[in-house]
């Protein structure tokens, strides 16, 4: 009965790969997130989805690259992977897109880049 | 630039003790203010304030925000060893969902 789900949980990895992870939600939420905490415990929002349509863009290396499959998936794919991209990322969900709805958050993936 | 800063970084209390944490915030276009609790892995949700000065309360843990003076409080009275985390404050900014979140304030409760 798991909420917002994520895989892999770790992942560790050579530099210069490509990687994925995936995210799934079966809160029947229409709005899915990828945030990433680094080392110092900061969250911070990479992308945004409403209904599978891309609402938050930060800045972000265009390595990255979301892709929602349907409103219940959100997925991560990273190319190139640096050094600097070791970090926690977490998925996370709300039912509605705007500021006023509580987010969901999945357990986290650990990435560490060699 | 939005900045959220919580303080103090970090407390260790005993059992028992009360707990009072500070979020304050500079942000455009302020929307809500929410508090979570992060012990090993996943933060999950404590309160969302919208409303200046109206306390939300559920159990030992209480919170209220001041939009006049643009912080907010979360407070845990009759501390227990699971009170143990990092506690996140994040406002949210603009119509869409971004949430700014601040570095978090450890909390250690020792029996």
């Known amino acids: 009965d798991t909420a917002v789900s994520q895989t892999p949980k770790y992942l560790v990895t050579q530099m210069g790969n490509d990687k994925s992870i995936k995210c799934e939600q079966n809160?029947?939420?229409?709005?899915m997130y990828w945030y990433k905490q680094d080392s110092k415990k900061f969250l911070k929002i990479m992308f945004s989805?409403?209904?599978?349509?891309?609402?938050i863009n930060e800045t972000v290396p265009n390595r990255f690259s979301p892709k929602s499959p349907d409103k219940a998936h959100l997925n991560l794919h990273i190319n190139s992977l640096e050094l600097g991209d070791s970090a926690v990322y977490f998925c996370?969900?709300?039912?509605?897109?705007?500021?006023?709805?509580?987010?969901?958050f999945g357990p986290g993936t650990r990435l560490t880049v060699l | 630039e939005d900045k959220v800063v919580q303080s103090p970084l970090s407390l260790v209390v005993h059992e028992g003790d009360t707990v009072t944490l500070n979020c304050s915030y500079e942000?455009?276009?302020?929307?809500?203010l929410l508090w979570y609790k992060q012990e090993k892995k996943a933060p999950t949700f404590l309160f969302m304030l919208?409303?200046?000065?109206i306390e939300k309360k559920s159990g030992r843990l209480s919170s209220i925000l001041d939009k006049k003076e643009l912080f907010s409080i979360l407070n845990i009275t009759a501390t227990q060893t699971g009170d143990s985390a990092v506690y996140l404050c994040?406002?949210?900014?603009?119509?869409?969902?971004?949430?700014?979140f601040g570095a978090g304030t450890q909390v250690v409760v020792t029996p």
């Open positions: 809160l029947g939420h229409d709005t």
């Open positions: 996370a969900s709300s039912r509605g897109s705007t500021s006023y709805n509580e987010q969901f």
């Open positions: 989805y409403n209904n599978k349509e891309l609402i």
């Open positions: 994040a406002v949210g900014v603009g119509g869409w969902g971004k949430l700014q």
């Open positions: 919208t409303s200046s000065g």
């Open positions: 942000v455009t276009n302020f929307r809500s």
